[in-house]
């Protein structure tokens, strides 16, 4: 099992930045290909980024490309999301996620190929 836990949300104006932080225990964080997703009220819950387990590959939805970064750090076996330009429309609760890996460079873009989520940190973006 790998538990996760998901931190730095919070409400921010259009235009303004933040940084979600998700710590991960319980496993071997370096084994692991780790993403973040996010769920707006009524919506499903859509894919944001993702990084490989060495942290040498990314992928982005296109709504979140060249404002959002995802990184890692496995030494702190912390994986981050430093969101700018934050728009209203990225109000949502937002998780993070990871699976197994045996690939040290693939990333992993469908919610169905993940296998531990946390519980969410909510990012409220006022226009």
């Known amino acids: 099992q790998v538990q996760l836990a998901e931190s730095g949300g919070g409400l921010v104006q259009a235009g303004g930045s933040l940084r979600l932080s998700c710590v991960a225990s319980?496993?071997?964080?370096?084994?692991?290909?780790m993403g973040w997703f996010r769920q707006a009220p009524g919506k499903e819950r859509d894919f944001v980024a993702a990084?490989?387990?060495?942290?040498?590959?990314?992928h982005y939805a296109d709504s979140v490309k060249g404002r959002f970064t995802i990184s890692r750090d496995n030494a702190k076996n912390t994986v981050y999301l430093e969101m700018n330009v934050l728009k209203p429309e990225d109000t949502a609760v937002y998780y993070c996620?990871?699976?197994?890996?045996?690939?040290?460079?693939?990333?992993?873009?469908?919610?169905?190929?993940?296998?531990?989520w946390g519980q969410g940190t909510q990012v409220i973006v006022s226009s």
């Open positions: 990084i490989s387990l060495d942290g040498t590959s990314t």
């Open positions: 319980g496993r071997t964080f370096s084994n692991y290909a």
């Open positions: 996620t990871a699976r197994r890996s045996l690939r040290s460079s693939r990333y992993y873009y469908n919610l169905a190929e993940y296998d531990f």
